[in-house]
């Protein structure tokens, strides 16, 4: 099916590991984003891209790093993982600014 | 500084009766506004949205209303059905700062009673 894919679904890292969250999705998009969603918060933006070869930060960029070499993926990665980073991330996509966003199912990330 | 707020984090409705949901914004440089809504363990799925030079879209049962004068937009679900009950977000997009941003609210956890 189309969309796009995120993993891992869940994960649990300890303080000062390093991962990536992956993200793909199949609709050659060229808007996507990564999101962070915390209780009471909403959904706080991290990074965005608007295409292949840019990124920007965006509301709560600090411990995390993107890059966007293909139009496909924009994966996020956590340098050295702290329990404020405990949260879930939802990638999300769209084929311009003002279109509604395709989300990804989320990754549950815990921080111990 | 919460730039798009949705002041009722929780609402309860009987099935087949009128849902609203509200949500304010306060940057004037928003110029489409759209809703999302969320069940557990899944991501946002887009719902209806409204341009800034409009006042009103409707999408069957949903309808989105906006008050560019008081920075206000609301949701309208009418019957409300119990898979309506969900957790749904307003989020507003713009130029913000040079670039191109999709701010959301809070959310508000609608619960459709039979």
């Known amino acids: 099916n189309a969309g796009v894919t995120q993993t891992p679904k869940f994960q649990v890292l300890k303080t000062g590991q390093s991962m990536t969250l992956q993200c793909a999705q199949d609709?050659?998009?060229?808007?996507m984003s990564w999101y962070r969603q915390d209780p009471g918060m909403g959904l706080r933006l991290i990074h965005y891209?608007?295409?292949?070869?840019?990124?920007d930060q965006g509301e709560v960029p600090n411990g995390y790093n993107v890059s966007r070499s293909t139009t496909e993926d924009f994966p996020l990665r956590l340098l050295s993982a702290a329990p404020s980073q405990t949260s879930v991330y939802f990638c999300?996509?769209?084929?311009?600014?003002?279109?509604?966003?395709?989300f990804g199912s989320g990754t549950r990330l815990t921080v111990v | 500084d919460q730039q798009v707020k949705q002041n009722s984090p929780s609402l309860s409705v009987q099935e087949g009766r009128i849902s609203i949901l509200n949500c304010d914004y306060t940057?004037?440089?928003?110029?489409?506004f759209l809703w999302y809504k969320k069940y557990p363990a899944e991501g946002p799925t887009f719902l209806i949205s409204?341009?800034?030079?409009?006042d009103k879209n409707e999408d069957g049962r949903f309808t989105v209303f906006l008050n560019k004068s008081a920075k206000h937009l609301s949701l309208h679900i009418v019957p409300s059905q119990p898979g309506d009950s969900a957790v749904y977000f307003c989020?507003?997009?713009?130029?913000?700062?040079?670039?191109?941003?999709?701010?959301f609210g809070q959310g508000t956890r609608l619960t459709i009673n039979p």
């Open positions: 999300a996509s769209s084929r311009d600014s003002d279109y509604g966003y395709t």
């Open positions: 609709m050659n998009h060229e808007y």
């Open positions: 891209s608007v295409g292949a070869g840019i990124t």
């Open positions: 940057n004037s440089m928003f110029d489409y």
């Open positions: 409204i341009s800034s030079i409009k």
């Open positions: 989020a507003a997009s713009g130029i913000i700062q040079g670039a191109q941003k999709l701010v």
